[in-house]
């Protein structure tokens, strides 16, 4: 059973418009996330995190809100640019500091 | 530059041939790990280490072995007693275990079992 979902496998955007990516996850113990970027054949490189202590966490054009009544997080990516066009991961950290991975959302920046 | 390499990037193999997937970081970092990466699904642990010639079972470490005698290198060996090996792997590192510490990858191998 996936512990951390994301339930849209693609999102098209227009350039300059925002970009929201999804993420729940069903374990109410995990209380850290990170958000990775991946380009085809590469492995994937961190964008952002955010502790369950926090709501929000802002990084340049990237903001991860954490709702965890909800258990649900999203990523923001404003405004979206050409080169944000990646596979981006949601991960949660389990109580032995593991990482559980989403499978995955497919962005893609229209220009 | 400090980085994680792995190599090679492609990999093509006989079935019933054990292979060995090299992975080299000089970030001093004390963790290592190795993921497997399928289309459409998220990345699942094979196998990982906290120290020097210490490591621990993933998810899916049937079919996989490991070795860590030094701390630059974590070699995963595919056995043929893995199933399904065609596979993207993904090796990583960070400073340590039992933290919040962010991971580092490498850029994949791409293994193919024909």
């Known amino acids: 059973d996936q512990q951390v979902k994301q339930n849209s496998p693609s999102l098209s955007v227009q350039e300059g418009r925002i970009s929201i990516l999804n993420c729940d996850y069903t374990?109410?113990?995990?209380?850290?996330f990170l958000w990775y970027k991946k380009y085809p054949a590469e492995g994937p490189t961190f964008l952002i995190s955010i502790s369950s202590i926090k709501d929000k966490n802002e990084d340049g054009r990237f903001t991860v809100f954490l709702n965890k009544s909800a258990k649900h997080l999203s990523l923001h990516i404003v405004p979206s640019q050409p080169g944000d066009s990646a596979v981006y991961f949601c991960?949660?950290?389990?109580?032995?500091?593991?990482?559980?991975w989403g499978a995955g959302t497919k962005l893609i920046i229209k220009p | 530059d400090g980085g994680i390499t792995q190599s090679p990037k492609y990999l093509f193999r006989k079935e019933g041939q054990n292979v060995t997937l090299s992975c080299e970081q000089n970030l001093n970092h004390d963790a290592m790990y190795w993921y497997r990466q399928d289309p459409g699904q998220g990345l699942r642990l094979i196998y990982y280490s906290q120290i020097v010639n210490d490591f621990q079972k993933g998810d899916i470490a049937e079919g996989y072995s490991v070795s860590r005698e030094k701390k630059e290198s974590f070699p995963l060996t595919v056995t043929s007693a893995q199933k399904n090996p065609t596979a993207f792997y993904l090796c990583a590192s960070s400073i340590a275990t039992g933290g919040r510490y962010e991971q580092y990858f490498g850029p994949g191998t791409r293994l193919t079992v024909t």
């Open positions: 374990n109410s113990m995990f209380d850290y």
């Open positions: 991960a949660a950290m389990d109580s032995n500091y593991q990482l559980i």
